[in-house]
Every structure is written in structure tokens, then in C-alpha cells.
């Protein structure tokens, strides 16, 4: 049995994979082969296995990985599994802090690893659109297109980490502008796999990427996406920087070239170490001036479209405010409308009262009247 780590890079059509892998299901079971998406057993959000396997210490990763070892013999005996696949990009760059996880996971199974690697001019402004954009993960503003990239290059290196655990076992693929990523890594790993009809689209187009980074750049706390998609446009009132300064810092790429040349030796030491050479890679010219009057263009539908849906929100909000009101308005009225029903028939209740009680008087006036009277008459025969 073999099991294949599919460790991204990120950026380099993981999401194509993982979604064809999942569409195969039935397809991958008759070719006796298992997609599992976490390496360790039995946690309940599977998205957060990394993080588990991270805050481990040396013995705890040792143990998951038996028992994720322990597991998957399991599928082997009672399933008939020859081929178990975990895909998840996230591993590229956390060899050193689950270092001996993987050891571990060396020592008890026949681990492959697979790695997509793209030539730097075309994965640093695509890892920097998600990552230093769209995703802005450190409080404060977005960072520059120079700064950031300067921090990503760096995951380049990660690649050593993976051969010195694995060695002959990781295998390099290219990932190049109009490549099938997904058939590439079916005949890696050996299965047939269908491609995914749904597109996936690797970053956001030039004008949406721009709204984010006006919008993340203002927001003081980290920045996920769904911040952006939720909220869509700022409403404080703040001054609007201008435009130009959007473009000069995050999407000026002139600084691309001479990073990647200042950082020429970690290239020339895959094709030393490992025979790939990156650089060779087919690359677009992500380095050449971005195409403002496009962009401008872009905006200009958004706007329109982003003014007339805003309007609509606005106009909503107004009459379920005006409703409002009219009901309180309306309940406030009535209010007062009975209690002033309420005082009027008190006084009512109290002038019957008082006529009552200026009627007895009155008849017990005649009454005395009339004693009077006959006391006196009597008086006098």
C-alpha cells in the first residue's frame, strides 16, 4: 500500500485536485484507492487537524502518526485499499514543526510526496493576491507587492525540508499556464481521474482584487474574504486615497525580477539537488505593466452595479424604517385615545355619583320642609 501526501504548493490548481478527488469517489473506490482529508484520526472539524498536529509535541505527533498508520492498514485488511490519498496544501510549508510526525509516518508506512512547483513570476503575484490581499492575515494595512513577496519566496526553501525526510520520494511536478493540473497528478499517482466540469478560478480579476485592497487596507484587525464579501464597501466616510497609490504599491511588479535573480542560488540548487530546474518553467510576463484603462473599466461596472444594489438595500431599509415609525405612531395614539376613554368614563362614573347625591339631598331638604311645617300648625290648634 502507498500513500501519497499531495502537499500543494498553494496556488498551483490544488483546488481542481481536491475537487476532482472528491467528484471520484466511486470512480477511485473501483481502482481500490481512498481519499482521507486529515491525518489524524477521529477529529471532529477537519480543517483543523494541522493546527492539532502543530501544538503537538514531539512523542503526541509520533503517536497520531502510528495511528493514522494503525488506520489506514485497517482499509488495506477489511477494504481493500492499495492506494490512500491525503491532498491539502497547508503541509508545504510546516515540515519543521511536524517534523516528527512525518518521520514517524516514514518509519510505519510507503509515503510519497507530491509537490507542484511554478515558476516565481507567476506564483508570487498570485500567492500575494490571496495571501497579501485577499486574505490579509496580520493586523495593520495590507502590505506592499515588494514586502510580501520578499516574505513568500521564502516558502521556495520548504522544498528541502521534504527531501531531507523523504528523499527519492517526493516527486516535483510543473505547474504551467494552461497545464491539466489534475490529469498531471493522476498519472503521478497512477489512477484515472476525471477532470471537474466547474472552472476554479486561481485569484480575483485586477479590479475585484483592487476594491479588497482599498477595503482591507483600512481595516485594522486581519482581514478574511468573507469580511470583503459580507460588507463590501467601507461606509465610514473616510477620505478615499487616491487610486494611483493602489497601483504603485500593491500592483508595481518591477521589483519581481531582480528578487528572483537576488535569490537566483535557491533555483540553481533544485537543478543541482534534484535535477528541476524552475526557472525553465513557462512563465507569463507577470512583470509587465498592468493594464490601468482595463481596470478602470472593471471598476466602473462594479460601481454601477455595487451603486444600484446599495440603493435598493438603502430604499428597503428606509420604508421598513418609515413602517416603523407609522406603527409606533399608530400604537402611540391609541394609546393615548384610550386612556382619555378611560379618564372620560371615570368622570362620568363621578358626575352619576355626585347627581345621585345632590338628588338625595334635595329630597331629604323636602322632607324637613314638610315636618316643619306640620310641627307648627300643630303648634297652633
Given at each position: 500500500?502507498?500513500?501519497?501526501?499531495?502537499?500543494?504548493?498553494?496556488?498551483?490548481?490544488?483546488?481542481?485536485?481536491?475537487?476532482?478527488?472528491?467528484?471520484?469517489?466511486?470512480?477511485?473506490?473501483?481502482?481500490?484507492?481512498?481519499?482521507?482529508?486529515?491525518?489524524?484520526?477521529?477529529?471532529?472539524?477537519?480543517?483543523?487537524?494541522?493546527?492539532?498536529?502543530?501544538?503537538?509535541?514531539?512523542?503526541?505527533?509520533?503517536?497520531?502518526?502510528?495511528?493514522?498508520?494503525?488506520?489506514?492498514?485497517?482499509?488495506?485488511?477489511?477494504?481493500?485499499?492499495?492506494?490512500?490519498?491525503?491532498?491539502?496544501?497547508?503541509?508545504?510549508?510546516?515540515?519543521?514543526?511536524?517534523?516528527?510526525?512525518?518521520?514517524?509516518?516514514?518509519?510505519?508506512?510507503?509515503?510519497?510526496?507530491?509537490?507542484?512547483?511554478?515558476?516565481?513570476?507567476?506564483?508570487?503575484?498570485?500567492?500575494?493576491?490571496?495571501?497579501?490581499?485577499?486574505?490579509?492575515?496580520?493586523?495593520?494595512?495590507?502590505?506592499?507587492?515588494?514586502?510580501?513577496?520578499?516574505?513568500?519566496?521564502?516558502?521556495?526553501?520548504?522544498?528541502?525540508?521534504?527531501?531531507?525526510?523523504?528523499?527519492?520520494?517526493?516527486t516535483l511536478l510543473p505547474?504551467?499556464?494552461?497545464?491539466?493540473?489534475?490529469?498531471?497528478?493522476?498519472?503521478?499517482?497512477?489512477?484515472?481521474?476525471?477532470?471537474?466540469?466547474?472552472?476554479?478560478?486561481?485569484?480575483?480579476?485586477?479590479?475585484?482584487?483592487?476594491?479588497?485592497?482599498?477595503?482591507?487596507?483600512?481595516?485594522?484587525?486581519?482581514?478574511?474574504?468573507?469580511?470583503?464579501?459580507?460588507?463590501?464597501?467601507?461606509?465610514?466616510?473616510?477620505?478615499?486615497?487616491?487610486?494611483?497609490?493602489?497601483?504603485?504599491?500593491h500592483f508595481d511588479k518591477?521589483?519581481?525580477?531582480?528578487?528572483?535573480?537576488?535569490?537566483?542560488?535557491?533555483?540553481?540548487?533544485?537543478?543541482?539537488?534534484?535535477?528541476?530546474?524552475?526557472?525553465?518553467?513557462?512563465?507569463k510576463d507577470s512583470a509587465?505593466?498592468?493594464?490601468?484603462?482595463?481596470?478602470?473599466?472593471?471598476?466602473?461596472?462594479?460601481?454601477?452595479?455595487?451603486?444600484?444594489?446599495?440603493?435598493?438595500?438603502?430604499?428597503?431599509?428606509?420604508?421598513?424604517?418609515?413602517?416603523?415609525?407609522?406603527?409606533?405612531?399608530?400604537?402611540?395614539?391609541?394609546?393615548?385615545?384610550?386612556?382619555?376613554?378611560?379618564?372620560?368614563?371615570?368622570?362620568?362614573?363621578?358626575?352619576?355619583?355626585?347627581?345621585?347625591?345632590?338628588?338625595?339631598?334635595?329630597?331629604?331638604?323636602?322632607?324637613?320642609?314638610?315636618?316643619?311645617?306640620?310641627?307648627?300648625?300643630?303648634?297652633?290648634?
Open positions: 500500500m502507498k500513500v501519497f501526501l499531495h502537499v500543494g504548493m498553494g496556488k498551483t490548481g490544488t483546488t481542481s485536485i481536491q475537487a476532482a478527488l472528491r467528484e471520484g469517489t466511486e470512480e477511485l473506490a473501483l481502482q481500490h484507492v481512498k481519499v482521507v482529508e486529515e491525518l489524524v484520526p477521529d477529529v471532529e472539524d477537519k480543517r483543523t487537524y494541522l493546527n492539532i498536529l502543530q501544538s503537538a509535541d514531539a512523542e503526541e505527533q509520533e503517536e497520531y502518526a502510528k495511528s493514522f498508520a494503525s488506520e489506514v492498514k485497517k482499509l488495506s485488511e477489511a477494504k481493500g485499499v492499495e492506494t490512500v490519498i491525503v491532498s491539502n496544501e497547508g503541509l508545504f510549508g510546516t515540515v519543521a514543526r511536524i517534523e516528527p510526525f512525518l518521520k514517524a509516518l516514514k518509519s510505519n508506512l510507503d509515503v510519497q510526496v507530491i509537490a507542484f512547483i511554478r515558476h516565481p513570476s507567476d506564483w508570487l503575484p498570485s500567492a500575494y493576491a490571496q495571501w497579501g490581499i485577499s486574505h490579509k492575515r496580520n493586523p495593520g494595512k495590507v502590505p506592499t507587492f515588494e514586502v510580501e513577496t520578499r516574505r513568500l519566496i521564502h516558502l521556495y526553501k520548504s522544498i528541502d525540508d521534504w527531501y531531507k525526510i523523504f528523499e527519492d520520494q517526493v505547474y504551467e499556464p494552461g497545464s491539466d493540473t489534475v490529469a498531471v497528478f493522476a498519472d503521478a499517482v497512477g489512477i484515472e481521474l476525471s477532470p471537474v466540469e466547474k472552472r476554479f478560478l486561481s485569484r480575483s480579476e485586477d479590479a475585484e482584487l483592487l476594491m479588497r485592497a482599498v477595503f482591507n487596507d483600512q481595516q485594522k484587525p486581519a482581514a478574511l474574504p468573507a469580511r470583503f464579501n459580507r460588507i463590501v464597501m467601507n461606509t465610514k466616510r473616510k477620505p478615499i486615497p487616491s487610486r494611483q497609490y493602489y497601483f504603485e504599491n518591477s521589483s519581481l525580477e531582480p528578487l528572483i535573480e537576488e535569490r537566483a542560488a535557491v533555483f540553481d540548487s533544485y537543478k543541482e539537488k534534484y535535477g528541476f530546474d524552475v526557472l525553465a518553467l513557462k512563465s509587465k505593466p498592468i493594464d490601468e484603462a482595463q481596470i478602470d473599466s472593471r471598476l466602473m461596472d462594479y460601481l454601477v452595479h455595487l451603486t444600484l444594489a446599495h440603493a435598493r438595500r438603502l430604499h428597503k431599509l428606509e420604508n421598513a424604517k418609515s413602517d416603523d415609525s407609522e406603527a409606533v405612531e399608530t400604537g402611540t395614539l391609541k394609546s393615548v385615545k384610550d386612556d382619555l376613554l378611560a379618564e372620560i368614563n371615570t368622570l362620568r362614573s363621578e358626575v352619576s355619583d355626585l347627581r345621585a347625591l345632590v338628588d338625595r339631598s334635595e329630597k331629604s331638604d323636602l322632607n324637613n320642609s314638610a315636618f316643619d311645617k306640620t310641627a307648627v300648625s300643630g303648634s297652633e290648634g
